[in-house]
């Protein structure tokens, strides 16, 4: 049986069907996470914004006209409950106790010849990431959420502006004001950046 388009999906779910919607949510949650994490820059509170988020998607589904595809009204519903949850929390700092979680592995030995990045380029490529994820983190929401978008999610300019209920140009120029402000973060880490 084919799958059901996200369409058929949302009627159904407008007509009080769960699993229709639980179907929703293994189509999307990965994808809702990982925007909510780059915006948040952490665990826990991006756990907290998709959780959030998919309440708010169905108890708004029936305003949901179908003019953007579903992926599209989401990533829009996990910007404004990430921004909402924001405004809620300041004044309050947490910290994660589970937030950088390493585990110990085996050593094995290899049989075949390892062309993957060695050891130090890992912990280079980890630090760089690192560096970087904490640079959005201080950018306004604002400019993080065009960041993310953009070079994260991987969304066009008419997107973000569809999304975002902005003209394009409004889009493009602000980017570009999110870039120079990372880049002005950035600014003493560059030589990890190959600057």
Request: proline content about 4%.
């Amino acid at each position: 049986m084919a799958p059901l388009e996200d369409r058929q999906l949302i009627e159904r779910c407008r007509t009080g069907d769960r699993e229709a919607f639980d179907e929703l949510v293994r189509r999307y949650e990965k994808q809702a996470y990982n925007l909510a994490y780059r915006l948040s820059g952490n665990y826990d509170d991006a756990s907290d914004v998709v959780v959030e988020a998919f309440v708010r998607v169905f108890q708004g589904l029936h305003t949901f006209r179908g003019e953007a595809n579903f992926g599209t009204w989401l990533h829009r519903v996990v910007v404004n409950t990430f921004l909402d949850m924001r405004k809620r929390s300041k004044g309050r700092h947490h910290v994660s106790l589970e937030e950088q979680l390493e585990l110990d592995g085996d050593t094995l030995s290899r049989q075949i010849e390892d062309t993957s990045p060695g050891p130090e380029e890992l912990v280079e490529q980890e630090e760089r990431e690192e560096v970087l994820q904490k640079a959005i983190a201080q950018l306004p929401p604002e400019r993080r959420i065009l960041i993310v978008l953009y070079h994260f999610e991987n969304l066009s300019y008419e997107e973000i502006a569809q999304m975002l209920n902005l003209p394009v140009g409004t889009v493009k120029s602000r980017l570009n004001r999110a870039r120079l402000a990372l880049r002005e973060i950035l600014q003493p880490s560059r030589e990890l950046f190959g600057g």
